[in-house]
């Protein structure tokens, strides 16, 4: 007898695009090299671009590396994995056009049923009628008891909470809640998933984890590149939708979510909902908005954010943008959170530093004060430092900030997965913790939806800041309102 779950099919809408080629189709060839493809799987390209079986290996085939397959068999690997790809094209909307996957798919797996993924890597204004079109189509088959479908789609999931319900309404009408997987893909980073790790397998962190201790946290996420000819999609976007709305809150709610009563999707998800409730919206007040300007550096002259060709000349979108946030409970009244994000800056980081109060009683005169922290680095080189003081040996009795160290580079042998290929291994098997669940997703909207309104209403101009910069000085005097400097990095 066949074992259904030998029998997969991956329909990748939006084949032709950059996600697919450089983060979905890469995952699942690292997949299939670490053997958690089932025996019998097919990927299914679908897009609107006319391309032949053969040109769309090809794309896919650019992309592939051999991470996980020694080099001597990586080609024989690829030959395999690329022997299940195939490639339709048609309209996103078209019922008709999709329905000639279904004896594609038949064929493929004999006639036995299959298991299936969708995975919209498409604009977001296309989800819906794909939606429809594969619903029409018969490709999004309900669940039964023994096979299942799944959808995953990609933010941004709307525009603010209005738009975001509607959406959320809108694909409920083709595909549960329980189907749908909403890829925010921080959620599968390493060090992301290493916090509830680090809060709750760790004795020391949960007792001090609290307004008691704590002083305050930074979030922070930053690149050090503009825009260069991709605005059409950020300038409709913004940086507090593209980044803050969904990174930036979810680290925020996995930071300061109470513990689980159980490590499982609808606890986890619980756990972070309630945190999300327990924090007021951003008012403008606490808001700093920036947009990067020309700068020249050495003789080169980078243009500004409005110089760019693909961003209107009056652009008022924000390339940057702080904000400073309670979670009001009584583990962390308080305490400000304060998150940043920004392109066009002085680096590339995303970290997550979280300080602590001073020692009750300062027998020790510490040198510029500075607070012990604890930071954690999401990237580049992921990292987890525990900032202590510590005396300088010696005959006098001087203090230094010194860091507990934990590089992952140095500390693990093991390859650090890409994001896409823990978030593809996990919608295969049904785990959904690191997905974010429709409430969840409505609690994040209601935090920004009153601000993103009013800056739209108001026409609000981002302050200008220098390619290549900190950032707007405003963003500073936000922070110092209360009481926290802002890490230089
Ligand atoms: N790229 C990433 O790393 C990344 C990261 C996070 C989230 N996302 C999200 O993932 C989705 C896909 O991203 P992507 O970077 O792959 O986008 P993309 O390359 O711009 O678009 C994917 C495909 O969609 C089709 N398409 C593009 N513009 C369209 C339009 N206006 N109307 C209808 N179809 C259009 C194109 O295929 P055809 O012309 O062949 O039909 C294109 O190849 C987006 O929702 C994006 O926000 C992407």
Request: hydrophobic share 40%.
């Amino acid at each position: 007898m066949t074992d259904l779950n030998d029998h997969l099919s991956i329909i990748v809408v939006g084949a032709s695009g950059h996600l697919a080629r450089t983060k979905v189709l890469p995952a699942l060839f690292a997949l299939f090299c670490q053997g958690f493809l089932p025996r019998h799987f097919r990927i299914l390209g679908y897009a609107r671009t006319p391309l032949s079986d053969d040109d769309f290996r090809r794309t896919v085939e650019e992309n592939l590396t051999c991470r996980y397959t020694p080099q001597e068999s990586c080609a024989e690997r690829m030959g395999e994995f690329l022997a299940r790809c195939t490639y339709r094209g048609g309209q996103y909307d078209s019922a008709a056009d999709l329905r000639a996957l279904g004896p594609a798919l038949a064929e493929a797996h004999d006639g036995q049923p299959d298991n299936r993924v969708l995975y919209l890597a498409v604009p977001p204004h296309v989800f819906l009628p794909v939606a429809r079109a594969l619903g029409d189509a018969g490709l999004a088959q309900a669940p039964t008891p023994d096979t299942w479908c799944r959808v995953v789609i990609e933010k941004p999931f709307g525009r603010d909470r209005e738009s975001s319900t509607l959406l959320t309404r809108d694909m409920e009408t083709v595909f549960s809640e329980e189907q749908i997987y909403r890829i925010d893909h921080y959620l599968g980073k390493e060090v992301i998933q290493n916090l509830l790790v680090l809060r709750f397998a760790n004795a020391m962190f949960e007792p001090i984890w609290n307004r008691h201790y704590i002083q305050s946290v930074q979030i922070t996420w930053k690149e050090n590149v503009g825009i260069e000819g991709r605005g059409g999609y950020f300038d409709e976007t913004g940086i507090i939708r593209d980044v803050m709305q969904n990174h930036l809150l979810q680290i925020l709610s996995l930071v300061a979510m109470e513990p689980p009563p159980r490590l499982d999707a609808t606890h986890i998800r619980n756990a972070k909902v309630n945190a999300l409730m327990c924090v007021p919206p951003l008012t403008p007040d606490n808001l700093v908005l920036g947009q990067y300007v020309a700068t020249n550096r050495g003789g080169l002259s980078i243009p500004g954010y409005r110089d760019d060709p693909s961003v209107a000349p009056d652009s008022r979108t924000a390339t940057y943008a702080a904000a400073a946030l309670h979670v009001v409970n009584a583990r962390w009244d308080g305490v400000p959170f304060l998150l940043r994000s920004g392109k066009g800056l002085d680096g590339r980081l995303s970290e997550i530093r979280i300080q602590f109060r001073p020692v009750p009683g300062r027998m020790y005169v510490l040198p510029n004060g500075a607070p012990n922290e604890l930071v954690i680095r999401i990237q580049p080189d992921e990292a987890i430092n525990f900032r202590i003081w510590s005396k300088v040996p010696g005959l006098e009795t001087q203090l230094e900030l010194r860091d507990l160290d934990l590089q992952y580079k140095t500390a693990f042998s093991q390859l650090i997965p890409d994001a896409y290929e823990d978030l593809l291994l996990d919608v295969l098997r049904g785990e959904k913790s690191l997905f974010i669940r429709g409430d969840e997703l409505a609690a994040a909207w209601d935090i920004v939806t009153p601000v993103l309104h009013d800056i739209d209403q108001n026409q609000r101009e981002p302050t200008t800041y220098e390619f290549g910069t900190r950032g707007p000085a405003s963003a500073d005097e936000l922070a110092a309102r209360y009481g926290v400097l802002w890490h230089l990095q």
